[in-house]
C-alpha cells in the first residue's frame, strides 16, 4: 500500500471509495468524481488530500486536510484544520486510517496549525472510535454530531480541559 498526495486523476477511484461507503449505508454526502475533485482534491481552502493506494492501484480510501476559513459552514475556528476520512469499507480496520494520519499530521506541522477539528456523526461508532484512537477529543455537540479536537504538541497555548465534555 501506498499513501501518496491525491490528484485529479484519482477522481474517480476516490468516487468508487465513496460510493461503497454510501452503499454500505456509511455516508450521506455526494459521493460523485467531480464531488471528490471539488471537496476533497482541490478545494480552495485545502492543505492536503491523501489517498491510500494498493499494489494493484486501487484507491482504498482517502483522507482531507482543509484549512478552516472565516464563516466556515461547520462553525470551526478559522485558522484550525478541518479533517475527513473515508475508508472502504472493505479495507477498513486494517491500518490505512493510521497511515494516513501520519501523512496528514506532517502537512499539519508544515501549514503551521495548532489544532485539528473532526466534526463526527453522533451515531458514527467506528469514526468517533478512529478519531478518539488517533488523539481526538471531544470539545463540543452539536444536533446529531460530535465535535473531537486535535492539538499538535508543542503549540503555543495548551489544551483547555474545560472545554472538553
Ligand atoms: C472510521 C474509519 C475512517 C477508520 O479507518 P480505518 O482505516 O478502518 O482505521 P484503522 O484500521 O487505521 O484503525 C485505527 C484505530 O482506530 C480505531 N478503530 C477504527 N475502526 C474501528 C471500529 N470499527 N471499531 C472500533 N475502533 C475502531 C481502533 O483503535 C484502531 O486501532 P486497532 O485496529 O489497532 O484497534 C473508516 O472505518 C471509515 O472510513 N469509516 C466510514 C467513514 C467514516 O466514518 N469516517 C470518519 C468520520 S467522518
Given at each position: 500500500m501506498d499513501i501518496r498526495p491525491a490528484t485529479a486523476d484519482d477522481a474517480i477511484g476516490m468516487s468508487v471509495v465513496l460510493r461503497s461507503l454510501t452503499a454500505a449505508g456509511l455516508r450521506t454526502r455526494p459521493d460523485s468524481p467531480e464531488f471528490a475533485l471539488q471537496n476533497?482534491?482541490?478545494?480552495?481552502?485545502?492543505i492536503l488530500c491523501s489517498v491510500a493506494e494498493s499494489e494493484?492501484?486501487?484507491?482504498l480510501g482517502l483522507q482531507s486536510l482543509k484549512r478552516a476559513s472565516p464563516g466556515n459552514p461547520y462553525g470551526v475556528t478559522p485558522g484550525w484544520g478541518i479533517i475527513g476520512t473515508h475508508i472502504s469499507p472493505d479495507a477498513a480496520r486494517q491500518g490505512i486510517g493510521k497511515a494516513l494520519f501520519v501523512a496528514t499530521l506532517d502537512a499539519v506541522r508544515d501549514a503551521g496549525l495548532t489544532d485539528i477539528d473532526a466534526t463526527i456523526g453522533a451515531d458514527n461508532a467506528q469514526g468517533l472510535a478512529y478519531y478518539e484512537a488517533m488523539g481526538f477529543r471531544t470539545y463540543r455537540r452539536m444536533e446529531g454530531a460530535v465535535c473531537k479536537r486535535f492539538t499538535l504538541s508543542g503549540a503555543s497555548h495548551e489544551r483547555s480541559v474545560s472545554q472538553e465534555s
Open positions: 476533497y482534491i482541490a478545494p480552495a481552502d485545502g494493484a492501484g486501487a484507491i
